[in-house]
Structures are given as C-alpha cells and as structure tokens.
C-alpha cells in the first residue's frame, strides 16, 4: 500500500535562511506521481509542482526547488532565502498508475518563517 | 471561473444530526473526492468518483454517504453527526489519470458538539 510520510511536524526559521522539507514515500508502482501541496493560513490548498517516477530532475522555480531522488524515495522541497509569506502548512501527496487519480497525503509539515 | 466550490464553510452540528455538504466544479472533471483534514494526519480519503453514477470507498468511508448523479456534483451526507467527525473538509476534482493535478474547494469547516 502507498505511504506518504513527512517526518518534520513544524519547522520555525528567521526570515533569509533556506529551509528543506523531507518527503519520503512507499509504493510497489513503478508509475507514479508526487505532488506538493501548500497551505496557507487562509486554508486553501495550492498546488505547487507534479514529478512523475521516470523524470528524476531537479526542478527550481524561483526560490523554490525540488530534489526527487528514488533511489531513497524522497521528494524534498527547498525554500531559499525564506520569506515571511512562505509560512504554511506544505504537503507531499502521491498518486499511483493503479489508483489512478487518488491521492495519498503525507502528514504536514507547519513552516513558520520569522521576521 | 468558478473551480470548485464547497458550502458551507463553517458549520455546527450536534450529535445524532444529520447534514450535506455540497460540491461543485465547474471543469467537467471525471474525478471528484473528499478529503477530511484533522491535526498531524494529513488529508485522508473519504469517498471518491470516478464518473457520474460511479463511488466508491476511501480510507475512511464509515459515517459518510455519497452520490454522483452528475459530472458536476458531489455532495457528501453525514448520516448521523459524531464527535469524531469534527474535521475540515476538503472536496477535490480532477481530470481522470495518475498525472492530474487536484484542484480543492475552500474548506468546510465543521464542529460537532
């Protein structure tokens, strides 16, 4: 069966550091896809970035960037240079070729990012 | 551009009462599915559908009922409120298949006293 698990429950940095968020995941699927979710104080969910299971590289957006490693089943996500606006709720999700469009979530990790 | 969009976003039930909330998207999206969203345990499925006329069961289906009479609709009942299903409620849709992105309504946030 398929696991997502996010291991830092809460995360506080001051404002400038660069922050990494751990995603490790389990499923027998050789097709798959990983999300990550963020979640603002304001309570909607943001979709952030898609990695399928054959595409293992690294993806940054702006001061965004993703590490997709699966020889450790992880999908981190790191924020550098952090802001104020980046304080949320971020959750990695993972889909299946054999569920199809469901999604597992992993548990959340609360970033906090000081001023 | 609608999206989703869920109501209500904030209800109170007591014990034993019995409501619907309600689900829409406007994207002619084949999958729809609710989530319910409690403190250290992520979004956990609770129902989801593949089509109109087409449910089934996620990870934590007991106490919840659904339908799927059409594409753009998926409300989700609660037969017969308990504590335990004080939750923030979340409903998505998507396009069918393993890549799709999920769009999510704004929440329900729901207290049962």
């Known amino acids: 069966a398929q696991k997502v698990t996010q291991a830092q429950t809460e995360i506080s940095v001051v404002e400038k550091e660069d922050v990494t968020l751990d995603c490790v995941y389990e499923?027998?699927?050789?097709?798959?896809?990983l999300f990550w979710y963020k979640q603002p104080p304001s309570g909607e969910l943001v979709f952030l970035i898609r990695?399928?299971?054959?595409?293992?590289q690294n993806e940054i957006s702006g001061r965004y960037s993703w590490n997709f490693q699966k020889s450790t089943s992880s999908f981190n996500f790191t924020i550098t240079a952090s802001q104020v606006v980046d304080s949320a709720v971020y959750f990695c999700?993972?889909?299946?070729?054999?569920?199809?469009?469901?999604?597992?979530f992993g548990e959340g990790t609360q970033l906090t990012v000081n001023p | 551009n609608a999206g989703v969009t869920q109501t209500p976003k904030f209800q109170v039930l007591k014990t034993g009462q019995s409501m619907t909330l309600q689900c829409a998207q406007d994207?002619?999206?084949?999958?729809m599915s609710w989530y319910r969203q409690d403190p250290g345990m992520g979004l956990r499925l609770i129902h989801y559908?593949?089509?109109?006329?087409?449910?089934d069961q996620g990870e934590v289906p007991n106490g919840y009922n659904v339908s799927r009479s059409t594409t753009e609709d998926f409300p989700l009942r609660l037969l017969s409120a308990a504590p335990s299903q004080t939750s923030v409620y979340f409903c998505?849709?998507?396009?069918?298949?393993?890549?799709?992105?999920?769009?999510f309504g704004q929440g329900t946030r729901l207290t049962v006293v």
């Open positions: 998505a849709s998507s396009s069918r298949g393993v890549n799709t992105e999920a769009f």
């Open positions: 499923t027998r699927d050789t097709t798959y896809y």
């Open positions: 990695r399928n299971s054959f595409d293992e």
């Open positions: 999700a993972l889909s299946e070729e054999t569920s199809g469009s469901r999604l597992t």
């Open positions: 994207m002619n999206h084949e999958y």
């Open positions: 559908s593949v089509g109109a006329g087409i449910t």
